[in-house]
């Protein structure tokens, strides 16, 4: 669920993310089918943790996103963890990434029948 275009395009601003999501394998973020940015994936192990690196060009900073998701109950923790390679505050990378964990725990709760 974290890694079909469909669902990326709904959590990340309306970008829709393309990979095979193995480790090494590049990353592409597409707005409106054109390129804007893109990465390569650092480690995958499937089903629990994914790392990847984007960055959406020359002038930006490298941004270092890792998933890890473990079982609870008959539900799942899901852990993002992101880190800017330049000197970004804590402040300012929660301000860009607080709206992609609310729209993610909105895709993810279950809904109402």
């Not at 480790?23 to 973020?29: E, I, L």
């Not at 629990?48 to 900073?61: A, D, F, I």
């Not at 800017?84 to 505050?89: A, G, H, I, L, V």
Request: glycine residues 8%.
């Amino acid at each position: 669920m974290l890694t079909t275009r469909e669902s990326t395009s709904k959590f990340l601003f309306g970008v829709s993310l393309e990979s095979s999501w193995g480790a090494g394998s590049s990353v592409t973020g597409l707005l409106d089918r054109a390129p804007v940015m893109h990465g390569e994936v650092l480690f995958a192990a499937y089903p629990n943790r994914l790392t990847y690196v984007l960055s959406s060009g020359p002038e930006q900073p490298d941004v270092y996103i890792t998933w890890e998701i473990s079982g609870c109950g008959t539900g799942s923790i899901v852990h993002l963890s992101v880190v800017e390679s330049d000197d970004s505050d804590n402040e300012e990378l929660e301000a860009v990434w607080q709206p992609v964990v609310t729209a993610l725990q909105a895709l993810l709760s279950p809904q109402p029948a």
